[in-house]
């Protein structure tokens, strides 16, 4: 294992204290009384929804690479590929609470539910009101290892962004869980994987994968996918990934979408392009107006070669949202 690491046991508190201080205009983290979050530098205005995710590390810039203006209000980091627990999840809730009400984004993985859930119930004991929102856009897999149902992938990303704008623009409670759940119900992803990742503490990839096989519909721990192919190119990849997305939405000519290529932390930029490439005239040839796009390192798997495609049917309420100011680390756009 060659990693840019001191200790493995302390990458994710080195790595969030680097992170902070890169973007210390955006945003403070929380390590006193030994509760770890990062919320917004700027205080949540008061009458605010506020927002919040997480997960396990290891998937930057996902979750704390969003918490700004127009999007998240805090994230709560865990280990490596493990969930946060309860007692950090309820430090961020009471923290970017502005009295009116807290809207938990949160993958669909167990240990993530089960500690999500426990956290909105202290919340609400403490008469915080919380609404959940549950990610689940992978078409590839209904169940695994670490769901039932399918996995929250990439599409977090989406849903984050379009449900952080509602609320900055001062939507209630019920409303940003409405579009939060809309977005939910018309995003779809599915990944690839050209090697393994690995968990710095473990020291070896998290799985075998032959050199000239591809993992088609990994997970983003690195979880088994539909099956393996050969080696091919990036064209007929693309399709494998693609047109399961478009079966499952059922999407049709004179229908629009949001599509983002996301790479999965060891895939050069160029190759996302060649893959946004065949999706983009995909699309035309189907009559799918491609309304805006993303392309880049937005959900990883530490330093797993690969890709996923994420399409959202979208409608004009939703590409407003998307399209309104946010200033984060990892997404900044409009004025700020």
């Not at 409670?173 to 579009?179: H, M, N, Q, S, T």
Request: include cysteine; charge should be negative.
């Amino acid at each position: 294992m060659k990693k840019l690491i001191n200790d493995p046991t302390q990458v994710v508190p080195e790595s969030l204290a680097g992170f902070v201080a890169a973007h210390s205009d955006l945003v403070r983290l929380n390590t006193e009384p030994d509760l770890v979050y990062v919320t917004r530098a700027d205080n949540v205005k008061p009458g605010k929804v506020a927002l919040i995710s997480g997960g396990g590390s290891g998937h930057e810039p996902l979750h704390t690479g969003y918490v700004g203006k127009g999007m998240l209000d805090a994230a709560v980091p865990g280990p490596v590929f493990t969930a946060p627990t309860p007692d950090h999840i309820l430090g961020a809730t009471q923290a970017v609470n502005a009295e009116a009400g807290v809207v938990y984004i949160v993958k669909n993985y167990t240990g993530d539910l089960l500690n999500f859930e426990t956290a909105a119930e202290l919340a609400q004991a403490s008469d915080i009101p919380v609404q959940t929102v549950v990610v689940n856009d992978d078409v590839a897999v209904e169940d695994s290892l670490y769901t039932a149902g399918r996995r929250g992938v990439a599409g977090t990303v989406i849903v984050e962004k379009i449900a952080g704008a509602a609320a900055e623009a001062g939507a209630g409670l019920a409303e940003v869980a409405a579009i939060a759940h809309e977005v939910v119900d018309n995003v779809r992803s599915m990944g690839v994987a050209l090697s393994s990742c690995t968990v710095p503490h473990v020291g070896i990839p998290t799985f075998e994968l032959p050199h000239d096989q591809v993992e088609i519909g990994i997970g983003i721990h690195g979880e088994p996918g539909r099956h393996r192919i050969p080696m091919t190119t990036a064209d007929e990849i693309a399709g494998y990934l693609l047109n399961p997305i478009i079966a499952d939405l059922g999407l049709v000519g004179g229908e629009g979408v949001v599509v983002l290529v996301n790479g999965m932390g060891g895939t050069p930029l160029s190759e996302l392009y060649i893959v946004y490439g065949r999706v983009r005239k995909r699309m035309e040839e189907l009559g799918i107006e491609v309304k805006r796009s993303l392309v880049g390192n937005y959900t990883t798997a530490l330093d797993m070669q690969g890709c996923s495609i994420t399409v959202l049917r979208t409608n004009q309420h939703m590409l407003d949202l998307w399209d309104a100011p946010v200033h984060t680390p990892a997404l900044n756009w409009g004025n700020t």
